[in-house]
């Protein structure tokens, strides 16, 4: 008898090891299985029917072994079972209509309107040669200011409220993208044409017009031969492809510490057309960007030649663009994530 149980046993095993490495790709292999062991004919029946005349002293052990296996065959059989009906139901439902649209209907998002005019920036000045670049937001002090003409204790210092980091004072959140400019210089040979947008930080207190952090595109182009009137004639193009062909821009001196001559470039008044309103505070004329002639020693902290090239750059804010563009008088409103603002931009096209 012992004999017969042992037998039993190793058969036992067997089935387990059988069971436990099933696996079925069709609903009639699991089918097949279930016959094949738990059927009233079936391999694991046929042993509980053994079982019976198993000696008393080892029905315990046997008893359990027996258990496990019967209830793994039928977990196994359940769950390919489950498995591959579903399955086939999604794939061969006859009637099940795919292209019926999702209920509730799929809320589409919109491009946030920073990005919006980020992106039309970006098109206006691709076709016209200009490549896209990238700088680091945490800036050192060469990039951000002094590769600017701007050392320490130079007063243009102060035209920009400076975020220092705790840990490196040499290191600043930049306060400009034109610190971009200095890296592009730094490893790329004229000819240079290219425009970087990207945010910037200032120490400001936040209020409808000013914030603690804005975007900024700058814009580079060095070359042999680069004028003011190409720089000007640049402007222009951007302006009417921005706010349309009517627009006129006007340039007023200024001062910065990186271009000379600089210049403030204003656009005829996006609302009234230049006739005078409260937009443009009734001058028919409103700002959006400053911009000059690359400074020679600029140049040269960059390892350019300047007796040998020279060119033009300008920078602007998207925020303000984007403000003249679509009539926004709140610069908060970018920041604030608020979906009943948001959603009036341009839907995002899949
Ligand atoms: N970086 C200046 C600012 O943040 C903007 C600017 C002015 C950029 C003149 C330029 C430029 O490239 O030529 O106020």
């Known amino acids: 008898m012992p004999d017969k149980a042992n037998t039993m046993l190793e058969k036992i095993e067997k089935l387990l090891h059988e069971v436990e490495g099933f696996t079925a790709q069709t609903i009639d292999q699991v089918e097949e299985y279930r016959i094949k062991w738990l059927s009233k004919k079936g391999e694991i029946t046929s042993l509980f029917e053994d079982f019976r005349s198993v000696p008393n002293e080892m029905k315990k052990e046997m008893g359990q072994r027996l258990n496990e296996l019967r209830n793994k065959a039928q977990e196994q ?8 009906e579903t399955v086939t139901d999604t794939n061969t439902a006859g009637n ?3 292209t019926i649209p999702a209920y509730p209907s799929i809320q589409m998002g919109s491009r946030h309107p920073l990005s919006v005019t980020k992106n039309e920036i970006i098109d206006i000045f691709a076709r016209i040669g200009f490549t896209v670049s990238d700088g680091p937001e945490i800036e050192d002090d060469w990039h951000n200011f002094s590769a600017l ?30 610190s ?20 910037v930080y ?31 004639q640049t402007l222009l193009y951007f ?26 470039v204003d656009i005829s008044c996006t609302l009234c057309g230049g006739k005078g ?74």
């Open 96 to 98: 099940l209509d795919l």
């Open 202 to 232: 200032r120490n400001e207190a936040i209020s409808a017009r000013a914030h603690c952090q804005f975007h900024q595109v700058e814009g580079l182009y060095i070359d042999d031969q680069v004028s003011f009137a190409d720089l000007k």
């Open 277 to 350: 309103c409260n937009v443009c505070k009734y001058t028919g004329w409103v700002e959006i960007l400053g911009c000059g002639m690359v400074d020679p020693q600029v140049l040269e902290n960059c390892k350019i030649d300047s007796n040998k090239f020279r060119g033009f750059a300008f920078g602007m804010g998207i925020e303000r663009i984007t403000m003249l563009k679509y009539q926004i008088k709140d610069l908060r409103l970018f920041f604030e994530n608020d979906a009943r603002f948001l959603k009036q931009f341009s839907p995002v096209s899949l």
């Open 77 to 84: 059989i359940n769950f390919f079972k489950e498995k591959l």
């Open 239 to 264: 302006a009417r492809e921005m706010f349309g062909a009517k627009t006129e821009i006007r340039l007023r001196p200024s001062y910065f510490p990186f271009t000379e001559p600089s210049a403030e």
């Open 180 to 199: 971009v400019q200095v890296h592009i210089m730094e490893y790329q040979k004229p000819p240079i044409r290219t425009i970087s947008p990207g945010r």
């Open 149 to 178: 003409n701007t050392p320490e204790n130079h007063p243009a210092r102060d035209m920009q409220d400076t975020f220092y980091v705790n840990l490196n004072p040499e290191m600043v959140l930049r306060t400009q993208t034109s």
